[in-house]
């Protein structure tokens, strides 16, 4: 058993090791697109000065790191829960260390309650930088959580009523951010 926890344990910090790298890049992308578009000052409301295909770019970057974290995910995991536990977990972390990084180097966010657009697919998602930063701690505790039970009484699947109020929530917090 210690092994299996020393596994358990190493595989949560090579992929926080990699979600922190991650936030990193996106963080200096998000930068270097701010002080092109930006060069006065970021602040939201945005005035929209991305050309079409600028914004298409942008969404195919987005969708790109979504990708790797569905695979960084895949690659890490055995069996579907693990590998769901880890995808929220990795975007979970990626997610914080995207927005220190931002305040490290920029001094944005000038507080939890600064608005962003935090996510342009389907369509753009805005709310206060607190409102991820809670989802995503809640997505953390609920990998964990997954992960070490499942682990622990070898489950292999949720029960239809644990994936529709996950599925619920979900899709609260995504019209939540969509109408936002």
Known sequence: MLNKNKNYFINFV??????????FLEAAVVIYLRQIYYPQGFQFSL??????????IEILRELSTLIIIIFAALLSGQKFMDRFAYF???FAI????????????????????TWDVLFLIPVP????????????VTMIVISIFLYNLYQKYSLSNLSKLEWSLLS???F??????IWG
Do not use: C, H
Request: aromatic fraction near 24%; glycine fraction near 0%.
């Open 88 to 90: 929220i977990y990795i």
């Open 47 to 56: 005035e929209v000065t991305l050309t079409n295909r600028m914004f298409y």
């Open 125 to 136: 998602w805005t709310a206060p930088v607190l409102f991820p930063i809670i989802s995503s």
């Open 172 to 177: 609260i917090i995504f019209i939540s951010f």
């Open 168 to 170: 619920t929530s979900a």
């Open 14 to 23: 090579y992929l926080s090791i990699f979600a922190i790298s991650l936030a």
């Open 94 to 113: 990626w997610d914080i260390f995207y927005y220190i990084f931002l305040k490290l180097t920029t001094d944005w966010p000038s507080s939890f309650l």
